[in-house]
């Protein structure tokens, strides 16, 4: 009987290790199937998250494209406003150069007109300045004509009237040291002395200039170099001269300017 207990002990355990090694299987079954549940739906969310991120991405180029797009044909619209402008602009400056050669031709032909009358104008101012200048020349000859013959009958006539008091004396350079007649007569005179002058001295003489002290002083200051300044005119404007002078001799500028 201990044999058969042992025997069923023997087949309880290897019944419990089938069991737990069962149960650890189908444990290990459930995990393993949970972890592939898991990321089976991780993958299915990456997946949709990708299917997202596809789909805005492309949403995203759409609108880009659109966007280029939409700015490739706003500058094609700016270019060719731009050309259009360009050759309006082009059209107007030619009509402007157009327009302007014209008026220049224009101007010019006028210009040209107008040169010629002035031209023609000048010739004539030229040819009546020339008569006038002309005309006038011929005046002054015969002005200075008159004149030369004026001038020849006034010597003429001065001829004749020289010709008339001329003194007839004989050729004598000497003559004119000798005494003349007022002299000759002047000293026969019984008042007469050789001292004396024959006529009256309108002036001063030697001698009388040097009784003047201001002379003298004059010099003196002139030697000392006080000549122009305030001392030397101070001193010589307080020395009398030798005689009073006359009341009509006195002037009143400097009174004038004193006062």
């Known amino acids: 009987s201990s044999g058969i207990n042992a025997e069923c002990r023997e087949q309880w355990r290897i019944k419990a290790e089938v069991e737990a090694k069962t149960a650890e299987v189908l444990q290990q079954k459930e995990r393993t199937a949970k972890k592939f549940e898991e990321l089976l ?138 005494y003349t007649e007022a002299s000759v007569n002047k000293m026969k005179k019984p008042d007469y002395t050789p001292s004396n002058p024959l006529f009256s001295i309108v002036g001063y003489d030697d001698g009388v200039i040097q009784k003047d002290m201001r002379l003298k002083v004059e010099k003196a200051l002139r030697n000392a170099g006080l000549m122009n300044t305030d001392y030397g005119r101070s001193v010589l404007t307080s020395i009398a001269p030798p005689a009073v002078p006359r009341p009509d001799m006195v002037s009143t500028v400097f009174k004038q300017d004193e006062g």
């Open 41 to 178: 739906k991780a993958r299915e969310e990456r997946l949709i998250k990708l299917r997202a991120e596809e789909e805005e991405l492309a949403v995203l180029n759409e609108r880009m494209r659109k966007e280029r797009e939409d700015m490739e044909r706003r500058r094609e619209k700016q270019r060719q406003i731009e050309k259009e402008k360009i050759a309006a602009f082009q059209a107007a400056r030619e009509e402007n150069i157009k327009a302007n050669e014209q008026k220049l031709a224009e101007l010019r032909e006028k210009d040209a007109l107008t040169q010629k009358k002035r031209l023609v104008a000048g010739k004539k101012r030229v040819n009546y300045r020339a008569d006038l200048q002309a005309q006038k020349l011929e005046e002054q000859a015969a002005e200075q004509a008159r004149k030369e013959q004026e001038e020849k009958e006034r010597k003429e006539r001065l001829d004749r009237l020289a010709a008339t008091v001329a003194v007839e004396a004989p050729y004598d350079p000497l003559r004119v040291l000798n």
